[in-house]
């Protein structure tokens, strides 16, 4: 005797012609490149502007690097959306704190709030990889970099986004000086900082797909953010 | 006294729960589906093209239906994917624009609020792991100033001078990418329409899910205004010279 499962009414088979076997992802990679590079007295951020999906360039021009305050600047890369997202969240925690205290937040408080605000969100993250710039108590530059779920180190400099393999390393060697001798350590100044950044992007263009079209830089000092955009290889 | 128990014929069956096995589930694919949008912008303002065809997978189910719709008074709205989620969207756009309409206080809702708006719908979906399965294409212009922005089921947004999704954006966007960008502020009216014309003629003749019967649409300083349906004229005459696999 044979054994048959029951029989259930299955849902309405419809012609579609999208085969998915994993269910829907809610995240997307939008690729792009982000750094920042800490100075005595001051900070430099750059991002490329270019939006990705796949092997399709959405847009050239669709910044991934926020300005916070007059104090500060957050970097991003991964899924744009939830970046865009977790920008607005921190401008109105930022707000409320700024007619709370009057005044407005400090880049280490703006640090510890961002790493909070990541990790609220631990079990569905936003898909971000932040890097958070501004001066500290002492005016020195500091740049805070995170992973999605909020942990946070302070660092001299950092690469992160699809071009990351490429630029980390070459930021060891020109700014850490790592494995050269004679190197003599120490921070950068302002112009040889801004053109490490430059020729980081250069060649990240270069080589990743993802990298290229536009280019945001900010200087933050005591005199508040610079900013300056400059053209990418747009191909 | 018991209550009335009403017998059905024997021919009436009562409907039955639809049985769930398993958990909740939402939209995992689209059903009745829209292709390309195509958009950009030009001197007086931005020009989007869309075809009258909505799909049953393979099926040219619809052949008449409308893709391109106005929000307001200088707002275009392209949309592509499921029409069934789209017809949710255009009743929760129509509701809010009773809403500012009942506010009664002068103040007309921009095409930046319209696009911050349809973002907001389109990701609080995506977060909630229901999205709505469409790529939204918003044009118009803000006291003036031309506005093309795009938002889909990710809730993935970004502004450019050219926009064209699904097939579009492998088929019409590298035509547009040529023909449009930087050029955006002095194209006229007559070369917007014949780029347009063209994309979608690349696109009929590729896009097997495509039709030759379109609506094009502009926002100007004038306003929305949205096209009756037209054809394009295509030229099939290669076809006779093709033999084996072609080329």
Redesign the interface.
């Known amino acids: 005797m044979m054994d048959f499962a029951p029989m ?2 299955a849902p309405a088979e ?5 085969h ?1 076997h994993g ?2 992802d ?3 990679d ?1 690729g792009g490149t982000s750094l920042a590079i800490a100075g005595k007295d001051f900070v430099i951020v750059a991002s490329d502007a270019r ?1 990705s ?1 796949g092997y ?1 360039i ?5 910044p991934k690097a926020f300005t916070l305050s007059n104090q500060t600047v957050l970097a991003t890369t991964g ?3 939830d970046a ?2 977790l920008v607005e969240v921190l401008e109105q925690n930022a707000q409320t704190y700024f007619h709370k205290h009057e005044k407005q937040m400090s880049a280490p408080a703006m640090a510890q709030m961002l790493s909070n605000t990541l990790y609220y969100k631990r079990f ?1 993250p936003y898909y971000v990889f932040p890097i958070l710039c501004g001066l500290d108590k002492e005016g020195k530059g500091a740049v805070f970099a995170y992973d999605p779920v909020g942990n946070m180190e302070r660092v001299v400099y950092q690469a992160y986004g699809s071009a990351s393999a490429l630029v980390q390393p070459f930021l060891d060697n020109q700014v850490a000086g790592a494995n050269q001798r004679g190197h003599e350590g120490g921070l950068l100044d302002r112009e040889t900082a801004r053109k490490i950044a430059i020729d980081a992007f250069t060649g990240a263009t270069e080589r990743d797909i993802y990298t290229g079209d536009w280019l945001d830089i900010f200087v933050i000092d005591q005199t508040g953010i610079h900013r300056e955009k400059r053209e990418l290889k747009h191909d | 006294m018991d209550p009335i128990e009403f017998r059905l014929p024997h021919t009436i069956q009562r409907p039955k729960a639809t ?1 769930n ?1 398993g958990p909740r589930t ?1 939209t ?4 009745v589906t829209g292709t390309s949008v195509i958009a950009f912008k030009y001197k007086d303002g931005i020009m989007m093209a869309a075809d009258c065809l909505a799909s ?4 040219a189910r619809f052949r008449n239906e409308k893709r391109l719709m106005s929000v307001g008074e200088t707002t275009l709205l392209g949309v592509s994917g499921d029409m069934s989620d789209f017809q949710h969207m255009q009743h929760t756009l129509e509701s809010l624009l009773t809403q500012e309409y009942d506010m009664d206080d002068g103040q007309k809702l921009g095409t930046k609020s319209v696009y911050k708006c349809i973002s907001n719908i389109m ?1 609080n979906r ?2 909630k ?1 229901d ?1 709505l399965w469409n790529a939204y294409v918003i044009g118009g212009l803000d006291n003036g100033q031309k506005m093309l922005g ?1 938002v889909d089921l ?7 001078a050219t926009i064209a999704t699904g097939f579009g ?2 088929l019409a ?1 590298p035509i547009l990418r040529r023909r449009v960008e930087g050029r955006e502020d002095e194209l006229s009216e007559e070369e917007a329409v014949q780029i347009l014309d063209e994309c979608m003629r690349v696109l009929f003749y590729r896009d097997a899910r495509s039709l030759n019967k379109l609506r094009r649409a502009k926002v100007t300083a004038q306003g929305v205004e949205i096209s009756e349906p037209y054809m394009l004229e295509t030229n099939w005459s290669f076809a006779e010279s093709i033999t084996g696999y072609g080329s």
Do not use: C
């Open positions: 259930h009414s419809v012609p579609v012609e999208h998915s269910g829907w809610p995240y997307v939008n939006q999906d399709s959405n847009s050239r021009y669709d899924y744009a959306a865009k997202r569905f | 049985p096995h939402h995992t694919r689209p059903i049953y997978g393979s099926l990701y995506r977060t792991g999205p795009f990710y809730g993935t947004t970004y502004q450019s954006g492998h966007q």
